[in-house]
């Protein structure tokens, strides 16, 4: 029997939908993927404490380690999968992964647009193939006060923006998620203003910290956390890491950010973690780790302080929230 594991698969095999779909339900269902991940991965550190967890989606190799990666514990797996926030699947935390099932991220496209040199509709795999993917430990912290330590996959999302050449004329870039009802059945109902906008300051978003996500756990991303690209912010609340993106908008203007737009006094442009502004609701001092039972004191800039405050020098923290 010849059967490939999940590992040697490449993104470019991927014809259309009904392959890419009989591949990830292959995968599933064959008791594969415990000895291929296993092997594959066991060097990697999240490899150690959840391997038996391991993602079954086809897995990326020779993944570099970032020198930025926190050395923290690892959030499970199945945590990290199961607790979501995307309300493009509905509002509850065990929403996206029992509704994102049969989401198919393939094919795809990035539509850029505004004040660049290279706008236009990029296939995925062209989007992504200049760069090389690593795996960066970024710390997420919700502005729910609750936080996870995720090996993420991706690359530097200035890297990104750099080949599509901005403008002088752009001072922040804008991101939309999908917007599909029929895909996405959380926006049949009107929860938030669909799509979901994001938006980063032009000199955050070339930050090398910021990073664009294809994928988490050594493997591509699960629907519910993003699929297939994301973005990940790890100076900011969670909620400013947009899922399953399909735009990049380069504007002069602030753009408008969907939860910025729904309640402007509860979350501002910015949304640096900052345990001393809290939100309107609650106090943004203390954190939950998922999995442990003890609070702990939330972290300046989620912990990125010394990396990121300079690009707030003289910025009024409580103003500009
Ligand atoms: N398109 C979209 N992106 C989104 C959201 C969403 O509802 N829709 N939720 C945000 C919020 S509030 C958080 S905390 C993070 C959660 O990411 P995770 O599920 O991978 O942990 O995704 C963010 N990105
Ligand atoms: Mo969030």
């Not at 004040?115 to 795996?135: I, N």
Request: charged content about 25%; aromatic content about 12%; hydrophobic content about 35%.
């Amino acid at each position: 029997m010849l059967i490939k594991r999940p590992e040697a698969i490449k993104p470019s095999e991927i014809t259309d939908q009904a392959t890419y779909l009989n591949r990830r339900q292959f995968i599933r269902d064959s008791g594969l993927l415990g000895v291929g991940v296993a092997s594959a991965l066991a060097g990697l550190p999240w490899a150690k404490n959840s391997w038996a967890e391991a993602p079954g989606l086809p897995s990326y190799t020779d993944l570099r380690q970032s020198p930025f990666s926190s050395d923290e514990k690892l959030t499970e797996y199945e945590d990290a999968t199961s607790y979501n926030n995307f309300y493009e699947f509905g509002t509850d935390k065990s929403d996206p992964k029992a509704n994102s099932r049969d989401f198919v991220p393939r094919p795809w496209s990035v539509v850029v647009d505004g004040a660049c040199e290279k706008p236009g509709r990029y296939d995925l795999e062209d989007f992504l193939r200049p760069h090389p993917l690593e795996e960066r430990i970024y710390r997420l912290r919700c502005v729910e006060a609750w936080s996870m330590v995720i090996p993420w996959v991706g690359f530097s999302l200035g890297d990104a923006l750099k080949r599509l050449q901005p403008t002088s004329r752009a001072k922040y870039v804008a991101f939309y998620t999908l917007h599909d009802p029929e895909r996405m059945p959380g926006q049949k109902r009107r929860v938030l203003q669909w799509p979901y906008r994001e938006g980063l300051r032009m000199d955050e978003a070339m930050h090398p910290l910021a990073m664009l996500a294809v994928g988490m756990y050594g493997a591509e991303l699960p629907n519910q956390n993003g699929a297939p690209l994301r973005l990940v912010v790890p100076w900011k609340y969670g909620f400013k890491s947009i899922k399953s993106i399909v735009r990049i908008s380069f504007t002069e203007e602030q753009p408008v950010c969907t939860w910025n737009q729904v309640q402007p006094n509860e979350y501002g442009f910015y949304s640096n973690v900052n345990p001393n502004v809290d939100h309107l609701r609650w106090s943004q001092k203390k954190e939950r780790r998922i999995g442990n039972w003890l609070k702990q004191e939330t972290l300046m800039f989620n912990g990125y302080a010394d990396q990121v405050a300079s690009l707030y020098n003289g910025m009024d923290l409580k103003k500009y929230f």
